[in-house]
């Protein structure tokens, strides 16, 4: 029975343990550190350029809208589309970022859709339309 006991104890011991582990990984340091990596990653997936627009919420409240003239290590440059002001804003002080910028297999979907839709009208046009004078 003592050696139950004793099993039993150890078990509850142990699953605390892990327990505490997890609760100390997911402190709001390690959240915000994940978070900064994450919006490090998006920006450098829209890219540089005009075409790179982003709508951007800081933690102080404030709102940039623009697109990403640069980007860096520790920081990214939003300019201004009416002003042309740039601005830096380091990856952590970023609350949310939108942002929208196709990327080239999307525009090449964009094209084929098109041109299919192009083809099947002059095709369509061909047969009835030609066919029925």
């Known amino acids: ?12 011991l142990m699953i605390n ?29 829209l890219g540089i350029g005009e075409a790179a627009r982003v709508k951007i919420k800081l933690r102080d409240k404030t709102k940039l809208e623009g697109f990403i003239s ?6 990214f440059t939003i300019t201004n589309l009416k002003t042309g002001a740039p601005t830096i804003v380091a990856y952590s002080n970023v609350k949310s970022a939108k942002g929208r910028n196709l990327s ?30």
Request: proline fraction near 0%; aromatic fraction near 10%; charged fraction near 20%.
């Open 70 to 75: 640069a980007a860096d290590q520790n920081s």
């Open 17 to 45: 343990t892990i327990g505490l582990q997890f609760a100390f990984a997911n402190s709001k340091e390690d959240k915000q550190a994940r978070f900064t990596e994450k919006v490090k990653a998006n920006i450098e997936k």
């Open 104 to 133: 080239t297999g999307a525009k090449i979907a964009i094209g084929v859709g098109i041109a299919a839709a192009v083809i099947i009208f002059l095709i369509y046009y061909i047969v009835v339309v030609e066919h029925d004078d």
């Open 1 to 12: 029975m003592f050696k139950q006991l004793l099993s039993l104890m150890l078990i509850a």
